[in-house]
């Protein structure tokens, strides 16, 4: 009685914490939305840019010449024309025409078309590090847009409740995600809510991307497991292979499955880890980063120990280290990158996803540098920032193709 008489004190005069907070957070998110809205209206579709001839045949390896000449033949897909007269393609008619070089040289049709072969297993690459920021998010819609530019069959796959991939896929979480519409539905326990993976994989805007959004609700999958686990003594070894399990129902369907993580070790991002047939993961050069990974790792390693002890095996094409948000002119950057390599070798990839101003400008719309229209953001800039995330993009295609036994 005394202690209710005291709150009721203290709340009359001073607001208690609690309802400062919800109050601060109800002004934020407000706050927050009206940005949003300002910089990405709601209704506003995302769609995806043209491409100029040059750039379709350097995408392709049709010559500049042979798309001019079947153009103006009216042969393949119809470019539409800017007012400048210049012929551009949708990502739809540059598959097109890889479908067409494939089928007219059949000799050549892995160069025109490059998605795998029989024999050649679905790639599942995680891209993990549960130190936030470290560029998870952003590597892995480069590598998608990369992927599918380039004729592969992509499936993304947002398992982070913050689910900042499916924002840039135009998918925002808020309002476009409904309920049992994210990963759980597929990996939830019971099964009258359960859902067929392929039930919730979405088209988007981008020609070649499937998606699979994310929102809080795969938090859910965190919450439920160690229930079930404390319920069955037997389930031990379900929880990590679901994700697994589920992701080979679409098998056929794509080449290559990114899995972007959330930042944190629970159970969601151990099933990632245990589904994926490959890992890169991503770190900023600095020393409360490398810290910070260097925790993960050992987390990580302990966690594989116990998978092991439940007989699952983890059998991986490759583990790489992606230095990201790397700064060459920053003297401790280069400092620790040197370490890095000092310690792992090869098995940090030579190319590193540089600090750029056009990475950041286009994340901020949405966007993936691939996305950015010239005149959009300085010309150099951008250039050095496209040449940065191609050579990135193309190492990570190299062990894809490693994997697959390609020459
Ligand atoms: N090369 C880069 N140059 C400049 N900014 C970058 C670069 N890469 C990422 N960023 C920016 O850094 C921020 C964090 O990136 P991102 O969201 O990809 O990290 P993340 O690891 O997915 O984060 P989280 O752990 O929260 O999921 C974003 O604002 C992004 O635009
Ligand atoms: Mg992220």
Not at 272 to 301: E, K, R
Request: hydrophobic share 40%.
């Amino acid at each position: 009685m005394a202690i209710a008489n005291r709150v009721e004190t203290v709340v009359t005069t001073k607001e208690d914490a609690g309802s400062k907070i919800l109050r601060h957070a109800t002004i934020l998110s407000g706050q927050l939305q009206q940005l949003r809205t300002r910089m990405y209206p709601p209704k506003s579709e995302k769609t995806l840019r043209q491409f100029l001839t040059n750039e379709v045949s350097k995408l392709t390896s049709i010559p500049d010449s042979t798309l001019k000449l079947m153009s103006s033949e009216g042969r393949g897909p119809v470019p539409s024309r800017l007012e400048n007269n210049h012929r551009v393609y949708t990502l739809e008619q540059i598959n097109e025409l890889r479908e067409l070089f494939a089928k007219q040289k059949p000799a050549e049709a892995l160069r025109f078309l490059p998605r795998r072969r029989e024999g050649e297993h679905l790639q599942v690459l995680a891209i993990a590090n549960f130190k936030g920021g470290s560029a998870k998010t952003t590597t892995c819609v480069h590598l998608a847009h990369h992927l599918a530019l380039h004729g592969y069959r992509v499936l993304a796959l947002d398992l982070d409740p913050q689910a900042s991939l499916s924002a840039m896929f135009g998918a925002q979480p808020e309002i476009d995600i409904g309920a049992n519409e994210t990963i759980y539905a597929a990996l939830r326990y019971d099964d009258n809510e359960r859902r067929p993976i392929r039930d919730i994989i979405r088209k988007t805007y981008f020609d070649g991307i499937d998606l699979i959004p994310g929102n809080l609700e795969v938090m859910e999958y965190e919450h439920e497991t160690p229930r079930v686990l404390a319920q069955k003594s037997t389930a031990g070894a379900i929880f990590f292979e679901r994700l697994k399990l589920v992701l080979a129902e679409v098998e056929d369907d794509y080449d290559v499955v990114i899995l972007d993580t959330p930042p944190s070790l629970g159970f969601l991002t151990l099933s990632a880890i245990y589904a994926a047939t490959s890992m890169i993961i991503t770190v900023h050069p600095a020393m409360l980063d490398v810290a910070s990974m260097s925790q993960f790792l050992l987390m990580m390693g302990d966690l594989i120990s116990v998978l092991n002890e439940n007989g699952a095996q983890l059998d991986q094409d490759f583990i790489r280290y992606l230095v990201t948000r790397h700064d060459p002119n920053d003297a401790p950057q280069s400092q620790i990158v040197a370490m890095l390599r000092h310690l792992f070798g090869s098995d940090v990839l030579l190319p590193t996803a540089i600090e750029s101003t056009a990475v950041e400008a286009a994340g901020l719309a949405k966007r993936s540098v691939y996305e950015l229209e010239m005149g959009q953001i300085g010309r150099d800039t951008h250039k050095r920032a496209r040449e940065a995330v191609e050579a990135v993009n193309e190492a990570i295609i190299r062990l894809l193709s490693d994997s697959w036994g390609r020459a």
